[in-house]
């Protein structure tokens, strides 16, 4: 990743978040063991994904749903706009 590289901010539209000193990592099986249900109901609020086609949000949407643990579902940036 370059130095500075940063996203856009979901919740403040003008604001970008650099990710310098972020450690980004997928989620691993073992985690499951390691982590409360309240910290990946946490990590799930704040998950963003960018540049996906609807068919891949989709997949990874039933991929997420699959257990009782809790549901997930991904709205557009539009919409979380249009909702405030």
Do not use: C, H, W
């Not at 500075?4 to 650099?18: E, I, K, M, R, W």
């Not at 450690?23 to 249900?37: F, G, S, V």
């Amino acid at each position: 990743m370059q130095q500075n590289a940063n996203v856009p901010s979901v919740y403040l539209l003008d604001n970008q978040n650099y990710l310098n000193k972020t450690i980004i990592r997928p989620l691993r099986r073992a985690d499951k063991t390691n982590l409360t249900a309240a910290q990946l109901l946490a990590a799930a609020q704040d998950l963003v994904v960018f540049d996906s086609s609807r068919t891949e949000l989709d997949k990874l949407t039933s991929k997420f749903n699959q257990g009782d643990f809790f549901k997930i579902r991904f709205i557009s940036v539009e919409k979380n706009i249009g909702s405030v």
